[in-house]
C-alpha cells in the first residue's frame, strides 16, 4: 500500500467522526462535520503535524502503537482496523497479541456513562481511552506517551497519582498489579510489547523486579479509594473494574455513595463545573 492511499483513508475517516461522538465541543465555525486534524491528533496522542504528514502522504511506517491509537480515535470497525494497519503495511493484531480495540458495546456504554468517570484498559493496563469526567478525576491523560500510559508504569516509575495510599495499601497495590501483569504475560506471551515493558520494568525498578521474581499469579481488585482532587479535595469512591468478555479490556469506573458530599462533588467536577465552585479555601 502506498502513503497516498493510507492519507486518503485517514482524511475520509476522520471527516465522518462527529465531534461529539468524540466528547469533544461543536462550538466555533466548522467547514466539515468531522473531526479537525488537531482534533484528530489529540485523540489519538501525537502532534497534528504528524497527523498532517501522514494525510498528505509526507509521512509513512507509522508505528504498530500509533495505528492502534488512531483506530480508535477514529472508532473504527475490526474490519477498518485490519484494513488502516495494511495501510500502513503492518500485519493486523492477532490473539497472540493483548487487544486494544474498542469493540462498538464498548463505545456505547462509555456514552451511556458520559457523566461517571470511566477508564478503559487492555490486559496489560495499559489506557487506551478516558472519558472527560475520568481525565477531571484523575488528571488529563492527553499528554501521557509510549508507556507512561501504562498503570503498572506509572505505579512504580511515574510520579505519584492522586490516589492516596498508606504505605501497606501501596505495597498491596503494588504486588496486586505485579501479579495481575504476570497472569497477562502468560496468556499473551509471544506479544512483543508486553515483553519490552515487563523487561524495562525489572530493568529501571528493583521493587517491581523483586515482586516480579517472586511469581505470584493473580488479578488486581479494586476497592474503595480516597482521590485527592487539587481543586475538590479529598473524595472517598468505589472503583469497580468491569471486565469485557471476550476482548479482555477492563473498564474502570469511580462512583460515590448517593446522597453523600462526595457524590455532590463528584457530580460536579464530572459536569466541568469544578473551578467556578472552587471557594477561596481552594475545597468545595
Not at 495501510?87 to 462498538?104: C, I, K, Q
Not at 506509572?154 to 498491596?172: K, M, N, S
Not at 501483569?181 to 496468556?187: E, G, H, K
Not at 479482555?248 to 457530580?267: F, I, K, N, Q, S
Amino acid at each position: 500500500m502506498t502513503a497516498t492511499e493510507l492519507g486518503r483513508a485517514l482524511r475520509r475517516w476522520r471527516d465522518r467522526v462527529p465531534p461529539q461522538a468524540a466528547g469533544l465541543p461543536t462550538g466555533g465555525h466548522r467547514r466539515a462535520a468531522g473531526l479537525r486534524r488537531e482534533e484528530l491528533a489529540l485523540l489519538a496522542g501525537i502532534s497534528a503535524d504528524y497527523v498532517t504528514r501522514l494525510e498528505q502522504g509526507r509521512a509513512s511506517n507509522p508505528s504498530a502503537q500509533i495505528v492502534e491509537a488512531l483506530a480508535r480515535a477514529l472508532r473504527l470497525s475490526a474490519d477498518e482496523r485490519a484494513h488502516l494497519f495494511r495501510l500502513a503495511d503492518l500485519v493486523p493484531p492477532g490473539p497472540e497479541t493483548v487487544p486494544g480495540h474498542l469493540t462498538p458495546s464498548v463505545r456505547r456504554l462509555l456514552d451511556r456513562l458520559g457523566g461517571t468517570p470511566v477508564g478503559v484498559h487492555d490486559a496489560a493496563w495499559t489506557l487506551l481511552e478516558a472519558n472527560p469526567p475520568y481525565a477531571a478525576l484523575m488528571g488529563d491523560p492527553g499528554a501521557l506517551r509510549g508507556f507512561e500510559r501504562n498503570g503498572v508504569w506509572r505505579a512504580f516509575l511515574g510520579p505519584r497519582g492522586r490516589v492516596r495510599h498508606t504505605e501497606r495499601e501501596r505495597r498491596d497495590f503494588e504486588a496486586g498489579i505485579v501479579a495481575d501483569l504476570r497472569a497477562t504475560v502468560s496468556r499473551y506471551p509471544a506479544d512483543p510489547r508486553l515483553r519490552e515493558l515487563v523487561a524495562r520494568l525489572r530493568e529501571r525498578s528493583p521493587r517491581f523486579a523483586e515482586l516480579w521474581e517472586s511469581g505470584a499469579v493473580g488479578r488486581h481488585e479494586a476497592g474503595r479509594k480516597v482521590v485527592d482532587h487539587p481543586e475538590a479535595g479529598p473524595l472517598t469512591l468505589d472503583c469497580d473494574i468491569l471486565a469485557v468478555s471476550g476482548s479482555d479490556l477492563r473498564l474502570m469506573v469511580y462512583t460515590a455513595e448517593p446522597g453523600t458530599p462526595d457524590a455532590e462533588r463528584l457530580a460536579r467536577l464530572s459536569s466541568g463545573t469544578a473551578l467556578s465552585a472552587v471557594g477561596r479555601s481552594g475545597r468545595w
